[in-house]
């Protein structure tokens, strides 16, 4: 209410200014805008008026800054007496959604013959928006568009830590579902003078989606088809891991190996690499002195056994670049069941024991007294 006394002379009213904020927000790729917010103080006289809110963005709106404009609501009429700065505004930031990724290429390959050093390799891996995996913690009822992401295989090998191998196309699985879909790409493994190489492989999902975790590395081999070689690669999908570095149940121990006795019969060769998952760290056995390797080759058909013995090292590797040694000179043995290709049958098992023998420090399948076999997850393990 004015108040006023008319001298005769002149006088003004002026507007009563308004300060107004708009609050900023943040919401994921393909999920629902949030609430908008803000505040408008200077009101007098108890005027109705309230801010109203406006962005350009939608639901599926990529990841990226966008606007959130006012507006101001007044119902009775009363803007004109009230002044205020229309430019304000705030910033909507779509961050991005969450997706999965599980490996559904082939973790083993050979080379053409015993003289090439090098293997073309399909890497590919399904890849889900979060909305397809209604178990997860971070699901969430909004589906976007998965073919929106951009997906990577890199190296995770210390040697070649984050090297791009190469960017996958992504096809939808099923054409009328917009949340799955395979991502592959081709890629040339060199092994050069190598019998064979386990790549440690990392997929790596960018653009409207992120997903970029250690557990799900993989680790491919690429051998040379040689005779008088054990070789393979894959993963365990962990039942009844044991030791005190015991995988979790349901998370996968990821290997690569191979060895063999060179032409003089005397000299073993050959390398193994296991990568465990516990409790959210990352520990990797890694051996390259083996000390006995024996083979027993299938007396029909193809496949075989091997057994072999070697020492390792034990690694936390949870942080990559920064890896905590847990011991060297550990006593880790291995046997190999063949049955044959493609690989499905086959079984593996997998003990690293303390180096004084005492401590029982990785199982890959342990029955409450030994270390059994367990059928591959994925992969395949070749004695020739
Ligand atoms: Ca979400
Ligand atoms: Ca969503």
Same mark, same amino acid.
């Given at each position: 209410n004015y108040t006023i006394t008319n001298k005769g002379a002149a006088f003004t009213i002026t507007q009563a200014p308004l300060t107004i904020a708009v609050h900023p927000k +943040?919401?994921?790729?393909? &999920?629902? !805008?949030?609430a908008f917010t803000g505040s408008i103080t200077g009101i007098k006289n108890g005027d109705n008026l309230t801010l109203s809110f406006s962005t350009t963005a939608t639901l599926l709106s990529n990841v990226g800054s966008y606007p959130i404009s =006012?507006?101001?609501t007044d119902p009775n009429g009363k803007l004109g007496n009230y002044s205020w700065d229309a430019t304000i505004k705030n910033t909507l930031t779509v961050t991005q959604e969450d #997706?999965? %990724?599980t490996w559904s290429g082939l973790l083993f390959y050979s080379t053409a013959s015993t003289s090439? +050093?090098? #293997? /073309?390799? @399909?890497l590919q891996a399904t890849i889900q928006d979060i909305t397809a995996v209604a178990s997860d913690p971070a699901y969430d009822p909004y589906p976007g568009d998965i073919r929106t992401s951009v997906v990577q295989f890199v190296s995770r090998d210390p040697s070649n830590y984050g090297a791009l191998l190469c960017q996958a196309t992504l096809?939808? !699985? /099923?054409?009328?579902d917009s949340k799955t879909a395979i991502a592959s790409c081709s890629w040339t493994a060199s092994i050069g003078n190598a019998d064979a190489v386990p790549y440690t492989i990392g997929t790596v999902i960018a653009g409207n989606y992120l997903r970029d975790n250690q557990t799900d590395d993989m680790v491919l081999t690429v051998a040379k088809p040689l005779i008088g070689f054990t070789t393979g690669g894959g993963f365990l999908v962990n039942q009844a891991s044991g030791g005190s570095y015991a995988? &979790? #149940?349901?998370l996968k121990t990821n290997f690569g190996f191979n060895a063999k006795v060179n032409k003089s019969g005397s000299n073993l060769q050959g390398s193994v690499n296991i990568i465990i998952r516990k409790g959210g760290r990352v520990y990797q056995i890694k051996s390259n002195a083996i000390s006995s390797l024996t083979?027993? !080759?299938a007396t029909s058909g193809t496949g075989g056994t091997a057994q072999f013995a070697s020492k390792a090292n034990l690694t936390d590797i949870t942080n990559p670049l920064a890896p905590i040694s847990l011991g060297g000179n550990l006593n880790f043995q291995m046997t190999i069941n063949d049955q044959g290709e493609p690989? @499905?049958? &086959? !079984?593996? %098992? =997998?003990?690293l024991m303390s180096a004084d023998g005492t401590t029982l420090l990785f199982s890959s399948n342990w029955s409450g007294t030994k270390t059994v076999e367990q059928v591959l997850g994925g992969g395949n393990v070749q004695v020739r």
């Open positions: +943040s919401k994921q790729y393909s &999920d629902p !805008l949030p =006012f507006g101001i #997706a999965r %990724t090439t +050093s090098t #293997a /073309n390799v @399909t096809t939808l !699985l /099923n054409p009328s995988g &979790d #149940a349901g083979e027993q !080759l690989g @499905t049958s &086959d !079984l593996v %098992t =997998f003990q």
